[in-house]
């Protein structure tokens, strides 16, 4: 499967953005689909995942309550709704997907996922 990001970009202090990984090559409902942000000397760090199966959703405690993971089927596009945008949630995300049906321990990892997206920048200023 191919991901592709998008949706990031600039915006203020409290604004929102939608994120889309769109997937072509396979039927994206069949992965478990996750979003990581990276800053530059930073590592990896998860932000939601959404399970392939049930749909079940896991968040980052800096993500819940503002960050909702979800999915199109038709559309075979994972998106991430960002929400009371922080300084904070300024990096590169990237969305990434895997075939195995994660438990939910495991949804938060990143060598967990086998296919990524290239990412997509989103700055939040103050």
């Known amino acids: 499967v191919q991901l592709q990001a998008s949706g990031g970009g600039l915006v203020q202090t409290g604004g929102s953005l939608r994120l889309s990984c769109s997937a072509s090559?396979?039927?994206?409902?069949?992965?478990?689909a996750g979003w990581f942000r990276q800053v530059p000397g930073m590592e990896r760090e998860f932000v939601a995942a959404?399970?392939?199966?049930?749909?079940?959703?896991d968040y980052a405690d800096s993500a819940k309550g503002r960050f909702t993971i979800s999915r199109d089927k038709a559309k075979n596009t994972v998106f991430l709704q960002m929400n009371s945008l922080k300084p904070e949630d300024t990096a590169v995300y990237y969305c990434a997907g895997t075939p195995r049906n994660l438990i939910k321990s495991s949804m938060s990892g990143s060598n967990e996922y086998d296919y990524w997206g290239q990412g997509t920048q989103v700055t939040v200023s103050s």
């Open positions: 090559g396979r039927t994206f409902s069949g992965y478990t």
């Open positions: 959404i399970r392939r199966t049930d749909g079940m959703s």
